[in-house]
């Protein structure tokens, strides 16, 4: 979770690199997910542009989306 006033600085896309290429690296992993709760000031639009996919699934009243790595 990055702050609003430093959000746009590009912190949450290098956060999520970082995060993305430990991933790769570990044997037998084909996908990321995460989660995000719904609403106006959320991530989704963030998600969605690196790359992840939304998915029909909804745990603890979030919404969970998926990246193929």
Known sequence: MIVA??????YGTRALDLVVERARSL???????SSFVPG??????FYLRYGFVETSEIH???HVIRFEL
């Open 60 to 62: 603890g009243g979030e």
């Open 5 to 10: 006033e430093h959000q746009r600085n590009e």
């Open 40 to 45: 106006e000031a959320g991530p989704r639009e």
């Open 27 to 33: 044997p037998g992993r084909t996908r990321a997910r």
